[in-house]
Every structure is written in C-alpha cells, then in structure tokens.
T-cell receptor, first 112, second 114 residues
Framework: EAQVTQNPRYLITVTGKKLTVTCSQN?????MSWYRQDPGLGLRQIYY???????DKGDVPEGYKVSRKEKRNFPLILESPSPNQTSLYFC???????????FGPGTRLTVT | EDKVVQSPLSLVVHEGDTVTLNCSYE??????LLWYKQEKKAPTFLFML????IEKKSGRLSSILDKKELFSILNITATQTGDSAIYLC??????????????FGKGTLLTVNP
C-alpha cells in the first residue's frame, strides 16, 4: 500500500530534550517536506527536499533540522525543543513539488 | 505578506447550498495550483490545476484556474454535512535556482449545517 508513515504519532516532551520525528514513504517520490499546522495559521512548510542530499528551508525553519540521506526517509530533528514548537506536524511526499502531496497521519507534539 | 490568500476564512451554509471558495496568488514562476480537503486528520488531495480556463470536476466539486487574474475557485454544489472541512489551496514558489517550496493559504473553514 502506498503510504507515508510518521513516528511517533503523539509526543509529550520537555524543553531542551532533543527529539526526532521519523518520516518514510514507499512511493519512490523525489519531493518530501515537513509542515506544521497551528490554529489560524494554516499549514506552513518547515523544510523540504527536492531529492536525496538536497534540502532547503521552507517558511518556518527556525529550530528545526532535516536530512535526506536516502530517498524514502526524511527525519525532522528538534535539537532543543521549546514550547512554541508545540504543534501538529505533517510529513508529505510527491513526485515533484507541482504534483499531489501524500500526507502522513500527523504527529502531535507538546513541549512543556 | 501572504503569497497565497484564501477567502472567505470561514463560511457557514445549509445543506443543499452551493459554495464558492477563492484562492488568489502572486504571479511569479507559476507551475501549478493544488486544492486539498482537510477533515480531522491529514489533508487529502482534490485537484491540481495548471492550465487556465479548464475546469476540473469530481462529483459535486469543481475547480478552475484564471492565470490572467491570478486566482482559482473551488465550487461545491448541493453541499452535504460531509463537506464540512477546511479547504486548502497551495502553490509551488521558487526559492532559488531549481528549488521550490510549497506555500499554502490559511484555508477556508466550511461548515455545512443540516
């Protein structure tokens, strides 16, 4: 089944404790990205990757890191999480930026 | 300044009504415009538009792009309570060289009352 998986689905953590949210797709898509969704602000892109080893900042990259060492995986790293990073996070993939994005189920992160 | 602007931000209608949702965008380096529906989970794809004036249709939903006036509309006819959702539009934006980020509008929250 074609899908994008994210883990964990829910996470409660404390300020400053490094965490990684994993994202994996099985559709051989080149374009992958991370979004955060906050009430009233819509979906905002954090980072994206055009292909393996090619990543770039989206609209809200501060406080996040990503890597794309292989095509299927695109982890999101929060080196020192802060409460303002409490949000709903989505990973997505597509053949290219112009095509339909396939979204993962979302990760609800709470930083206390 | 928002590069993808949706209107209205929220809308309440009765079942059976027809609604029109708007998405306007800046002109630079147009590649496509996409519409998504989001209920209480991840967004799901509705339409991808690349050519002006060609209507895309799926059941009661349809969408069209006007590249001259820089907007797209999403129409829903004979609305049902199951159409209640956030409707999002998005477009690729060049961020340098051959890199493109994807920018979403803030969405339109549609509520369909029985």
């Amino acid at each position: 089944e074609a899908q994008v998986t994210q883990n964990p689905r829910y996470l409660i953590t404390v300020t400053g404790k490094k965490l990684t949210v994993t994202c994996s797709q099985n559709m051989n898509h080149e374009y992958m990205s991370w979004y955060r969704q906050d009430p009233g602000l819509g979906l905002r892109q954090i980072y994206y990757s055009m292909n393996v080893e090619v990543t770039d900042k989206g609209d809200v990259p501060e406080g996040y890191k990503v890597s794309r060492k292989e095509k299927r995986n695109f982890p999101l790293i929060l080196e020192s999480p802060s409460p303002n990073q409490t949000s709903l996070y989505f990973c997505a993939s597509s053949l290219s930026v112009s095509n339909e994005q396939y979204f993962g189920p979302g990760t609800r992160l709470t930083v206390t | 300044e928002d590069k993808v602007v949706q209107s209205p931000l929220s809308l309440v209608v009765h079942e059976g009504d027809t609604v029109t949702l708007n998405c306007s965008y800046e002109v630079t380096n147009f590649r496509s415009l996409l519409w998504y529906k989001q209920e209480k989970k991840a967004p799901t794809f509705l339409f991808m538009l690349t050519s002006s004036g060609i209507e895309k249709k799926s059941g009661r939903l349809s969408s069209i792009l006007d590249k001259k006036e820089l907007f797209s509309i999403l129409n829903i006819t004979a609305t049902q309570t199951g159409d209640s959702a956030i409707y999002l539009c998005a477009r690729p934006m060049n961020s340098g060289g051959s890199n493109y980020k994807l920018t979403f509008g803030k969405g339109t929250l549609l509520t369909v009352n029985p």
